[in-house]
């Protein structure tokens, strides 16, 4: 198509496109560990045991014990919404992980926002392999900053918490959350 250039173009790897009108390949059958969900027949999500992903050694970002039962509530409030990114090393979602990992300790369990129960001990991951080592080790700081850099529009904001006093846990988080504007909550 002109206007769009592939990635085999552009000295990247090529990719393979399916036509729309071309039959959805099956999606492979589970494997030990590893159990492969297709979301659109297109982005391979692997469930896979939380205590056997290796946290990324050099991860800058630190989480204290507070902020691993703020995802932990979270969690268990809305579903498993994001999955971890991972090679050898957690590339991103070292929170999620130890969360994952507590809410298990606890005999709990974990689901997906439509209420799917994950297996016991599992976690969605998508593999990165691809990138290269130096993609790897930016994501892990960029994955961390980015949203850093967002600002609120207080008013919506104000607006949206003023509707949403009946989840009273999420609130108390968010009232002593440092990154909403003062005056919000």
């Given amino acids: ?17 399916r036509r729309r009108d071309a039959p959805a390949a099956k999606p492979p059958q589970p494997s030990a560990g590893v159990f492969p969900v297709y979301k659109n027949g297109i982005i391979p999500v692997d469930l ?10 050099r991860n800058a970002r ?4 507070a ?8 969690i268990l409030e809305f579903g498993w919404t994001a999955p971890i990114l991972a090679d050898d090393f957690i590339r ?7 969360a994952a990992l507590r809410i298990y300790e606890q005999g709990r369990t974990i689901r997906l926002p439509n209420g799917t ?3 016991p001990g599992m976690v969605p991951v998508i593999d990165c392999t691809g990138w290269t080592d130096a993609q790897k080790r930016a994501y892990v700081l960029a994955d961390n900053k980015l949203t850093e ?6 008013d919506l904001l104000r607006l949206e918490l003023g509707e949403l ?13 440092p990154s909403l504007p003062r005056g919000c909550v």
């Fill in 62 to 65: 630190k989480h204290t014990d």
């Fill in 1 to 17: 198509m002109p206007g769009i250039e592939s990635a085999a173009s552009a000295g990247g790897k090529p990719t393979r496109v």
């Fill in 165 to 177: 006093k009946g989840l009273h846990a999420m609130m108390a988080y968010l009232r002593s959350a």
């Fill in 67 to 74: 902020h691993i039962a703020e995802v932990m509530g979270s």
């Fill in 149 to 154: 850099n967002a600002d609120w529009d207080e």
């Fill in 92 to 98: 991103a979602g070292h929170a999620r992980t130890k």
């Fill in 48 to 57: 896979r045991r939380a205590d056997e992903l290796v946290p990324y050694p």
């Fill in 117 to 119: 129960e994950l297996p």
